[in-house]
């Protein structure tokens, strides 16, 4: 499945992304503040495609002009999520190239991926969260209209070997604006 909006086009993500991948994530900014760790190859990002951008419902954020991966947005359902445990419930995910930052391009995507939860895969709440001092990622879910839920304290980042402090936010669909 592949979606438009006015400056993107959010398709599957290709092995052929890698080299765009490796160039965005090997950036410590990107993933550390969404716990993951920078990646470390052309085929270390290779992988996480086959592995984990492979996932259903993960999109390529790509620029409209030449198709080209910046970043990422998706939604983790069932057991790919610890924020919900129901079947109507989902979580939003998203990062985007540093180059990229401050122009509106995530929410943008974000939105798109959000109208096709509540549209069309019929979801009536979806969950956000952010890590402490992911004040970017708090902007972003406050343009998209999430409310905060709660604060977890000592949340383990597997990835990273360490614990955090998670917020996290819910967008219901009543409140969602098409």
Not at 25 to 47: C, L, M
Not at 102 to 117: D, F, N, S, V
């Amino acid at each position: 499945m592949t979606f438009e909006t006015q400056r993107l086009i959010l398709r599957p993500w290709r092995e052929e992304d890698a080299e765009n991948l490796f160039f965005y994530a090997k950036d410590p900014d990107i993933g550390y503040p969404a716990g993951w760790p920078a990646h470390t190859s052309v085929q270390n990002s290779r992988e996480i495609i086959k592995t984990v951008l492979s996932a259903p419902e993960t999109y390529a954020v790509c620029l409209k002009e030449d198709d080209r991966a910046i970043g990422s947005v998706g939604l983790k359902m069932g057991a790919a999520t610890d924020l919900t445990d129901r079947e109507d419930e989902c979580e939003l995910g998203y990062w985007i190239g540093k180059p990229f930052w401050g122009q509106g391009l995530i929410p943008e995507a974000a939105r798109e991926i959000l109208r096709h939860a509540f549209e069309e895969l019929k979801m009536q709440t979806i969950w956000c969260g952010y890590y402490d001092g992911n004040l970017k990622s708090r902007r972003v879910q406050e343009k998209l209209g999430f409310i905060y839920h709660h604060t977890t304290e000592n949340v383990e980042v597997t990835l990273l070997n360490e614990i955090r402090k998670g917020h996290v936010m819910v967008l219901k669909r009543e409140n969602f604006s098409f």
